[in-house]
């Protein structure tokens, strides 16, 4: 299987924020939520909105805008969020752990069914009601539990070697929070989320939009 390419990834990506929208409009009881109020909330223009939402398949009407019921499904069924997928963590660390209990998750359909840890005291341990099992079993339990999807929250000098084993073990797709960048069959799938340059862009958006030009006094 080639390398897979997401289309409209800088869509795809956005969709999330239309779908916290769309369900703050059905909670509010309304039937149509228009595209442009959609870009006031999000600070992006009207047509960029209805060019993402457009490759979900719902069309809004004239004057009223999407209709919500049927734009928060379109959103979910395109993202697959609408099915259940299990996963696995790799790496019961500080950032693992706080991955197990995001609530977020399962609202999109994400359930971590099991986590592993190299550090055997963890093993038999529970995280936010996720059981811990010891890195050596992780072939065993993908096998028992079905899985195809792993997060991988390990350090970094040991990433290439657990993606491998997770290659091995079947896991299909990976979700990559280490800055490794993983070498993995062309079959497998990898998102990596680079937790320092999400800061880097933090960092770089206080010092132009908040702090004075060098040179101005108080």
């Known amino acids: ?9 800088p ?3 956005r969709l999330p924020s239309y779908l916290l929208i769309a369900k703050q409009s059905l909670e509010h009881g309304d039937e149509y939520v228009s595209g442009t109020l959609i870009a006031a909330e999000l600070n992006l223009e009207p047509i960029q909105v209805r060019k993402d939402l457009s490759i979900t398949g719902i069309a809004g009407k004239p004057k009223r805008g999407y209709p919500v ?3 928060i499904a379109a959103i ?8 259940r997928v299990d996963a696995i963590v790799v790496g019961a660390g500080n950032l ?7 609530p977020g998750f399962r609202l999109h359909g994400l359930f971590i069914v099991a986590a592993f840890d190299v550090d055997t005291a963890k093993a038999g341990l529970t995280i936010h009601d ?11 339990r993908v096998s028992k539990l079905g899985v195809t999807v792993a997060i991988l ?3 970094s000098a040991n990433a290439q070697v657990v993606a491998s084993t997770l290659a091995s073990a079947g ?3 990976i979700w990559n929070f280490t800055n490794v960048k993983l070498k993995v069959p062309e079959d497998i799938v990898v998102q990596n989320e680079d937790l320092s340059s999400g800061y880097a862009m933090l960092s770089m958006k206080r010092r132009i939009c908040l702090e004075p030009p060098e040179g101005d006094a108080d």
């Open 1 to 9: 299987m080639a390398k897979c390419k997401v289309s409209y990834a």
């Open 11 to 13: 869509s795809v990506r």
């Open 69 to 71: 019921a049927p734009l």
């Open 76 to 83: 979910e069924s395109y993202l697959n969020w609408d099915k």
């Open 96 to 102: 693992g752990s706080a991955l197990s209990g995001f």
């Open 130 to 140: 996720t059981p811990v099992y010891p890195i050596e079993e992780l072939a065993d």
């Open 153 to 155: 929250t390990v350090p």
């Open 171 to 173: 896991i299909t797709a």
